[in-house]
């Protein structure tokens, strides 16, 4: 097995409901691939059974050839969350430090690594602020930071852009797209905004649980015979309703 991430008949129920319904998905090395769908859909159910946070109830997820959950994965594993968990407290620095010291990198490394992700975010300038003085935008922005810290193989992005303006949006998503390009990074992108999906190389559109359809933007476009992304979604979900 080759692949990145692979998932394979994941279904996961929460009491009576069914969040994710037979779910089969394939990531390649180096691919930056969405997961597009309306709230509620089961995005971040998905990304946190391949994070290891929740188990599948049946099927079965591979990161990197290993069976998921796996703490020895999270070493190559950055994931921002929905919601920031960070410490209110703290300052960013300190917040980065953390984090840091978490994965075995040399004190240098972690230097190295806090001023390459500080500068990423546009944080550099108020990285000895309180986090509790943080905007929602700051916070997102450190949560981002803090998926990058330990330089891991694979981030997952839990609707990484919500709350920051659209220069920042740009620039963050040419880094992504560098990181990709340059340094074979695979990446998750949850999003429910279509101008980041026709970003990606490869798109799976959710809902209700299953996935309506997947492809790279130009087949899904061709496929459903629109140039507008947001009705390849409208088609897709008439097809399967
Ligand atoms: N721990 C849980 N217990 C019970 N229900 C849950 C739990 N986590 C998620 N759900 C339910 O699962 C469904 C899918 O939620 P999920 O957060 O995966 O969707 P989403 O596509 O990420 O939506 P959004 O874009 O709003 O985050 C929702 O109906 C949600 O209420």
């Known amino acids: 097995m080759d692949s990145t991430i692979k998932v394979e008949q994941v279904s996961k129920s929460f009491g009576k409901k069914t969040v994710l319904n037979n779910v089969n998905l394939t990531i390649e090395k180096g691919q930056l691939f969405g997961l597009i769908g309306p709230s ?7 990304v946190k059974m391949i994070v290891g ?7 079965a997820i591979h990161v990197l050839n290993e069976k998921m959950p796996n703490l020895a994965l999270l070493q190559e594993i950055g994931y921002m969350a929905q919601a920031d968990a960070l410490y209110g407290e703290l300052t960013g620095e300190e917040n ?23 500068n990423l975010v546009n944080l550099t300038d108020d990285l000895k602020k309180r986090v509790a003085a943080y905007s929602g935008g700051m916070k997102r922005r450190l949560s981002l930071a803090i998926a990058l810290i ?36 695979t990446i998750i992108v949850t999003t429910h905004v279509m ?6 190389d ?9 996935i309506l359809t997947s492809g790279t933007p130009t087949e899904l476009k061709t496929l459903y015979k629109t140039d507008d992304f947001d009705e390849v979604f409208l088609k897709a979900g008439v097809k399967h309703s």
């Open 202 to 210: 490869y798109v799976a559109m959710v809902r209700d649980g299953r």
């Open 40 to 46: 509620g859909a089961g995005k971040t159910t998905l």
């Open 53 to 59: 946070m929740e188990k599948a109830d049946t099927g």
């Open 150 to 185: 330990q330089d891991p193989k694979i981030l997952i992005l839990d609707e990484p852009t919500v709350g920051i303006d659209p220069e920042l949006k740009l620039s963050i998503w040419k880094e992504f797209l560098r990181l990709k390009n340059e340094e074979q990074k």
């Open 96 to 118: 980065l430090k953390f984090f840091a010291s978490l994965f075995g990198l040399t004190k240098e490394a972690q230097k190295q690594r806090l001023t390459y992700v500080a």
């Open 195 to 200: 101008d980041e999906a026709v970003k990606c």
